[in-house]
């Protein structure tokens, strides 16, 4: 079975929200869609990325890339970094877990792929 083709190289990367500022949720939100978005719109390799919340418990950012170089090269620059990121500044502390994964598919559905913020963002239609 040749294993070449797959639907891309993810990265996923965690950060335990159960002891960071009863307002990180907002200001996470306000970050991702402020500032962070933009920014990754135009990383070089970059497929997408989404950003998962489960509010009190965990912040994740969530990358697909188009090849295992792009990913590993963006993987060990933030790896260098991580304790200071943006999203470790926010929380007050650096990501429990950083995870290389397989994208074994890709479907997009009848709805499409949407982009932009999510339901909690202040400038969601949900």
Same mark, same amino acid.
């Given at each position: 079975?040749?294993?070449?083709?797959?639907?891309?190289?993810?990265?996923?990367? &965690?950060?335990?929200?159960? *002891?960071?500022? $009863?307002?990180?949720?907002? &200001?996470? %939100?306000?970050?991702?869609?402020? $500032?962070?978005?933009? =920014? !990754?719109?135009?990383? @070089?390799?970059?497929? #997408? =990325? $989404?950003? %998962?919340?489960?509010?009190?418990?965990? !912040?994740? /950012? $969530?990358?697909? #890339? @188009?090849?295992? &170089?792009? %990913?590993?090269? #963006? %993987? @060990?620059?933030?790896? +260098?970094?991580?304790? *200071?990121?943006?999203?470790?500044?926010?929380?007050?502390?650096?990501?429990?877990?950083?995870?290389?994964? +397989?994208?074994?598919?890709?479907?997009?559905?009848?709805?499409?792929?949407? &982009?932009?913020?999510?339901? /909690?963002?202040? *400038?969601? *239609? @949900?």
């Amino acid at each position: 079975m040749n294993h070449s083709m797959n639907a891309g190289y993810g990265l996923a990367v &965690r950060w335990s929200l159960a *002891d960071a500022p $009863t307002d990180v949720a907002d &200001r996470l %939100r306000e970050y991702v869609v402020g $500032t962070s978005m933009a =920014k !990754f719109m135009f990383l @070089d390799g970059l497929g #997408f =990325k $989404t950003w %998962r919340m489960r509010e009190g418990e965990w !912040f994740e /950012g $969530t990358y697909v #890339f @188009d090849s295992a &170089r792009e %990913r590993d090269l #963006f %993987r @060990d620059e933030f790896v +260098e970094g991580a304790a *200071d990121s943006p999203g470790s500044q926010i929380i007050g502390s650096a990501p429990v877990s950083i995870e290389d994964f +397989e994208v074994v598919a890709i479907a997009e559905g009848p709805a499409g792929f949407r &982009r932009g913020p999510g339901p /909690g963002s202040m *400038d969601s *239609d @949900d």
